[in-house]
């Protein structure tokens, strides 16, 4: 027998040996496992019209998740081997048995810890609060027929009319305080006639008149010093609201205030140094010095004012604005307790511990194919947060790739001679302030960067060749709106050379115009602009991300050289320039179902033009598809333009397969499995083609009538380790359809054993 087909009928055997066991053989007298919930009746008269949010909370009242929940709470999978493993096992197994014991057991989950009758309860409660007074509930146990120690609860609940809001009693008093409280409580959403009476709302009108008047400089008021007495003897079925304050309101939390001295003390990381004192219009600024800021970087962050009225709102962002500089591991604030006031005026400490200003960072990646592709990349960044002392970041980063095909030919031989690699260093220097123009407006809320790059990178393409490129250029990011973020390249100028050729590379380049075009050695001279939107909706339930960019390359330097009348060909210092426009727009949409469970989508398309100086756009600037990020069940650059496929070997396919138009679709379900342990199962779709036809290329040009037949569809399963700060993401990817003809008929068109691809990377894939 097959090794592998003995192996899947002992583990098939042994879960339905598990599944056949008893899980309940350890239980004591008069315990029974709780199975779940069969049904949740809600009973609602039928003028009756229930918020989202009460039928909400009453599921989540009565959701316990059972043992080997598959839905909480009612659906379970038929594999309890973590009970099966509490009842046959010992906790005193040792080895590998001790191991699997501790990893996998599950404490079986009782009906007396679910307390049917108190959650219960605690509906009731909650309906009262929301106005439903007089709601009654029940449940009812269902033990199971073949094992009466197993039990799941169906639950019933009642809702009676509830009560609304018939009339509301504002203070009566003609302070300035209570006139302003009066203001606010009038303009609220929801204390309205007729609306329904809910404590919880009540609350939240409290907390937002506190809110507003401690940024009108009623800075020590609280929520709990205004009260809302409801009387439900006046209007019949309905209920009438007086407004007041709590008892033992101190005099102090209904005076106004302003912003007193405003004292900043710089303390070095290791907390020495000698004091240099400057006074500043935000106020003085202590500084333990040897250590280097800016004169005017802490004043900039300040938004108090002495004199003016103290605002919560004020202190929030303040911090805010010292936090987002980086450069500091502590910030705290501190305010003129209550106990000592003395006059009307609140002294405000700052104290800011600087942080080591040098952070490292270091990602690596990895994608092996079933076809004996492996492929690791590596990236090690450093970071001087404060170059300066003006909170500018020097970077320098170190990317590497790596990738060669194990295994054997059909003739035995070893393929070690197949070693791609790129390698590149990027420099950035990045100031935290727009050194633009005023036209580019931002909001003071978010940081804004201006960034000046160099880099260069060296990409081998064994067998084929070797290329050089160099890069630099100034950026601008900066945020227009709470949710909408923009950057601009406002110069970009790259170089490519070919260091080396092959024979082999020259004679494919001498047969097909557009690849030679794409590589010749040329300056890419680019203006680009993206667009982000990123929003979530409804506390973060869905959320959105859209991204456009537009890439115009070398318009303005063939502008300038028209304008000299210079015709035809134009060169830089005797090489040509590309010439070429390129768009990309990405939707992101998310959508969580509950818990940690979540659905994610992507949709990707972008398209590249070259014209005027160029017949063709820039290799580097063209695009490819697969790998860790993209269809996970095939290589990178191992799919497209359109239906064309090498006829070179695959290791031999590297420079062929990138393309001028590209669009992707991906599907992901992320669901957790056992703490920092996720899971996701994925599907893939996409290609990328030419748009203008290439003879050397046939079926790679983007065609209406083949576009769906040319999608490459790929689905798979992944674990990710999710620690917060970094993801640790392995995806096992299965394809399921080639765009191009193989050996294999009908859709599904791949031998399973050469459409499996592992990928494991950093961070989501989207």
Not at 181 to 193: C, E, G, M
Request: hydrophobic share 35%; net charge positive.
């Amino acid at each position: 027998m097959n090794k592998r087909i003995y192996y899947i009928f002992v583990f098939v055997c042994f879960v339905l040996f598990a599944v056949s066991c008893s899980t309940t053989s350890r239980l004591g007298e008069g315990e029974v496992l709780y199975t779940g919930v069969k049904k949740l009746r809600i009973n609602v008269p039928d003028t009756v019209d229930v918020p989202d949010g009460v039928t909400s909370n009453i599921k989540a009242t009565i959701n316990v998740k059972p043992n080997n929940s598959l839905y909480s709470p009612y659906i379970r999978h038929p594999f309890p081997l973590g009970l099966w493993l509490y009842n046959h096992w010992s906790e005193d197994e040792k080895g590998i048995k001790g191991w699997i014991y501790r990893k996998f057991v599950e404490q079986p989950v009782l009906m007396s810890d679910v307390r049917p009758d108190l959650r219960m309860k605690m509906v009731e409660d909650m309906l009262a609060k929301n106005g439903f007074f007089g709601a009654t509930t029940s449940y009812e146990l269902l033990y199971d027929k073949r094992n009466p120690k197993k039990a799941r609860v169906n639950y019933t609940v009642n809702m009676p009319v509830p009560k609304c809001i018939a009339e509301i009693r504002l203070l009566n008093d003609s302070t300035e305080i209570s006139d302003l409280i009066n203001k606010i409580v009038k303009k609220d959403s929801y204390l309205k006639i007729g609306a329904l009476f809910c404590t919880d709302s009540l609350s939240d009108v409290r907390n937002k008149v506190a809110d507003r008047l401690r940024n009108r400089g009623y800075y020590f008021f609280r929520p709990e010093y205004l009260t809302f007495k409801a009387d439900s003897t006046i209007y019949p079925g309905d209920i009438a609201l007086q407004m007041e304050y709590g008892k033992m309101v101190p005099d102090k939390a209904l005076r106004k205030y302003v912003v007193g001295n405003v004292t900043t003390l710089v303390l070095r990381n290791d907390g020495k140094g000698y004091a240099d004192t400057l006074k500043t219009k935000k106020g003085t600024v202590i500084q333990m010095k040897p250590s280097k800021l800016r004169e005017d970087l802490i004043p900039s962050c300040i938004t108090l004012r002495k004199g003016q009225e103290m605002k919560v709102r004020a202190l929030s962002n303040t911090q805010s604005y010292l936090s987002r500089l980086g450069i500091f591991n502590s910030i705290s604030l501190t305010v003129t307790p209550l106990d000592s006031v003395r006059t009307d005026s609140l002294d405000v400490d700052i104290v800011c511990r600087f942080d080591t200003p040098l952070e490292t960072q270091f990602e690596v990646n990895l994608t092996s194919k079933s076809n004996s592709y492996l492929g690791p990349g590596l990236s090690y960044g450093i970071t001087n947060r404060n170059i300066f002392g003006g909170a500018e970041r020097l970077s320098l980063n170190l990317n590497g790739s790596y990738e060669w095909q194990i295994g054997k030919i059909d003739n035995g031989e070893k393929r070690s001679k197949f070693s791609s690699y790129e390698i590149g260093l990027d420099m950035e220097l990045a100031f935290p302030r727009l050194l633009a123009p005023k036209f580019m407006k931002a909001i003071k809320r978010e940081m804004s960067w201006t960034r000046i790059t160099l880099g260069g990178d060296i990409m081998n393409r064994p067998h084929f060749f070797r290329m050089v490129q160099v890069n630099a250029g100034i950026n601008y990011d900066w945020m227009s709106s709470r949710f909408s973020k923009n950057q601009v390249t406002l110069f970009e100028l790259k170089y490519n050379k070919l260091l080396r050729t092959t024979a082999e590379f020259e004679a494919t380049m001498a047969e097909n115009y557009a690849i030679a075009q794409s590589f010749q050695d040329q300056f890419i001279p680019k203006l680009s602009y993206t667009y982000t939107y990123d929003r979530g909706f409804r506390h973060d339930r869905k959320h959105i991300t859209f991204q456009a960019s537009i890439i115009d390359g070398g318009n303005i330097f063939s502008g300038l050289w028209g304008l000299a009348g210079v015709d035809g060909q134009k060169n830089l210092f005797g090489t040509p320039f590309s010439q070429f426009v390129k768009g990309t727009v990405q939707l992101i949409y998310s959508h969580k179902i509950r818990g940690d469970h979540k659905i994610v989508g992507r949709v990707y398309t972008g398209a590249a033009h070259a014209y005027g100086n160029s017949s063709e756009v820039p290799y580097t600037e063209q695009f490819y598809i697969g790998g860790a990020n993209s269809l996970r069940a095939f290589a990178v650059r191992s799919i497209g333009p359109g239906s064309y496929h090498s006829e070179r070997e695959m290791s031999n396919g590297y420079y062929d397969q990138t393309g001028t138009f590209r669009f992707e679709m991906n599907l992901e379900y992320r669901f957790p499995i056992a703490g920092m342990l996720k899971g996701a199962v994925f599907m893939d779709a996409g290609n990328i083609w030419l748009l203008k036809d290439d003879p050397m290329r046939p079926g790679g040009k983007l065609n209406a009538s083949t576009f769906f037949k040319d999608l490459a569809l790929g689905t798979g399963i992944g674990l990710r380790f999710d620690i917060g700060m970094i993801v640790v993401r392995g995806d096992l990817g299965i394809g399921l359809h080639l765009p191009y003809a193989t050996d294999k008929k009908g859709y599904y068109n791949l031998n399973f054993k050469d459409s499996l691809a592992f990928n494991l990377a950093i961070g989501y894939p989207f």
